[in-house]
């Protein structure tokens, strides 16, 4: 069975342009979480998904972040415009229910830089 | 203060060691806690829930202390396999679910 499916795995982009990372969660599971990672900061939730509706977007930094989620395969995260300190892995998880006992099952994650 | 907070280390131990961490969370409402394991340029992997009469999983014994809001995990004969970052997560509930991650500690076991 897959697991989490994120692409792309690495992105290098210049400053001010958009990119957009994708997610395919666990077929079945009701719960879709993105998260940056850096050294800096360790592991930060951005914003989760619970039956395809936004439920918290309070870690996202501003306004140059956006996700959705169209349906129940499928999610994005854009960055518009992109800036060097955005430069970070980006991480996908689904779980199955919207639980605090779940367990979160994450993607292989994508490696942004930012020129 | 931190909500989830941990030693980053890094813990360096030989081959067969006893180790321990330590994580500490400020919330008294967190109800969930777990802990992950994070090798290098990978992603998270749930290593063991935590529950509240403790837990053991071979090597691996968790722990969790509610009135001294912390969480522990121990590693019996450490394996050079066992060289991680070892992540803390704490959740709460009550309408939404909302994890928080600890930044991590670090281990290498050396032979």
């Known amino acids: 069975d897959a697991g989490v499916i994120q692409s792309p795995r690495h992105e290098v982009t210049e400053m001010g342009q958009e990119v957009t990372l994708r997610c395919k969660p666990i077929?079945?599971?009701?719960?879709l979480f993105w998260y940056r990672q850096t050294m800096m900061r360790g592991l930060e939730l951005l914003i989760y998904?619970?039956?395809?509706?936004?439920?918290?977007d309070s870690g996202m930094p501003e306004d140059r972040f956006s996700a959705k989620m169209p349906n129940a395969s499928f999610s994005t995260l854009k960055i518009q415009p992109s800036e060097p300190r955005d430069s970070a892995v980006y991480f996908c998880?689904?779980?199955?229910?919207?639980?605090?006992?779940?367990?979160?099952?994450f993607g292989p994650g994508t490696r942004l830089t930012v020129l | 203060r931190k909500e989830v907070e941990q030693d980053p280390g890094p813990f360096n131990v030989p081959e067969g060691a006893t180790v321990a961490f330590n994580c500490t969370y400020s919330?008294?409402?967190?109800?969930?806690f777990f802990w992950y394991r994070q090798d290098c340029r990978k992603e998270p992997k749930l290593l063991m829930s935590v529950y509240s009469s403790g837990n053991e999983d071979g090597r691996f014994t968790a722990q969790l202390n509610r009135a001294s809001q912390y969480i522990s995990l121990l590693i019996r004969d450490s394996k050079l396999s066992d060289s991680a970052t070892y992540l803390c997560v704490v959740g709460i509930s009550g309408g939404s679910y909302i994890p928080t991650f600890g930044r991590g500690t670090s281990l290498i076991v050396h032979p």
């Open positions: 998880a689904s779980s199955l229910r919207q639980a605090a006992t779940d367990t979160q099952y």
């Open positions: 919330n008294s409402a967190s109800q969930s």
């Open positions: 998904f619970n039956n395809n509706v936004p439920i918290d």
């Open positions: 077929s079945g599971h009701n719960s």
